[in-house]
């Protein structure tokens, strides 16, 4: 009986996906413990004024009796605004929602809307039953000013200062720790604005 014996070749191609899933599992430990916020993606608009753009109201929108306006790139300017980027048939954002509801408590904020490739009627029934965090809603029917806003995936809100820049972006639904370090960038935007 002869004994046949492994090649070290034979070993390292045995060992092969041993030492390739040990490499990813290693990646995607530093990842998580690294604290990254990984919904925070690069934009190219950051530090950027805001596309040039105008969009229809929400048809049949009412606050207190009173149609929302539409959206336009001139109604980010003068004020610090989020621009939430939305759609009734997204779960993410009603899971954001209440967290807008409560951003819209500040006066000092110009939360507003773009809703996306949505039916209005659709949208109407979404903020009427959620609650309309937002001062105008602009209506994307195509997607095209989303596209222009560098959108990656619904919902996206991006923080512009009063001169139309954007500042910052978060893609995906607003948690709560991303509450926080947006209230304090807000904050320090109003400290920038008022100094």
């Not at 980010?76 to 009734?88: E, P, Q, Y």
């Not at 929602?97 to 996306?116: R, T, W």
């Not at 659709?122 to 937002?134: D, S, V």
């Not at 923080?159 to 904050?187: C, M, N, Q, T």
């Amino acid at each position: 009986m002869v004994e046949k014996r492994s090649s070290p070749m034979r070993l390292l191609l045995l060992a092969a996906p041993l030492i390739l899933f040990g490499a990813l599992a290693a990646v995607f430990y530093v990842q998580l413990v690294s604290g990254k916020d990984t919904s925070e993606l690069p934009s190219a608009l950051i530090g950027k004024p805001v596309p040039v753009f105008n969009l229809d109201p929400l048809a049949d929108l009412n606050a207190d009796g009173v149609a929302v306006p539409g959206l336009k790139s001139e109604d980010l300017l003068g004020k610090i605004s989020l621009v939430n980027i939305f759609a009734s048939w997204c779960a993410p954002c009603r899971a954001e929602h209440p967290v807008l509801m409560k951003l819209a408590e500040n006066k000092e904020l110009n939360l507003v809307g773009i809703n996306y490739k949505d039916q209005g009627e659709n949208a109407r029934r979404f903020l009427g039953t959620l609650g309309n965090p937002y001062s105008r809603v602009g209506v994307d029917r195509k997607g095209r000013t989303a596209i222009e806003w560098g959108f990656y995936g619904i919902p996206e809100t991006l923080l512009v200062d009063p001169d139309g820049i954007v500042r910052h972006k978060i893609v995906g639904p607003i948690s709560a720790k991303k509450f926080e370090a947006l209230k304090l960038k807000v904050r320090e935007l109003m400290d920038d604005k008022q100094s």
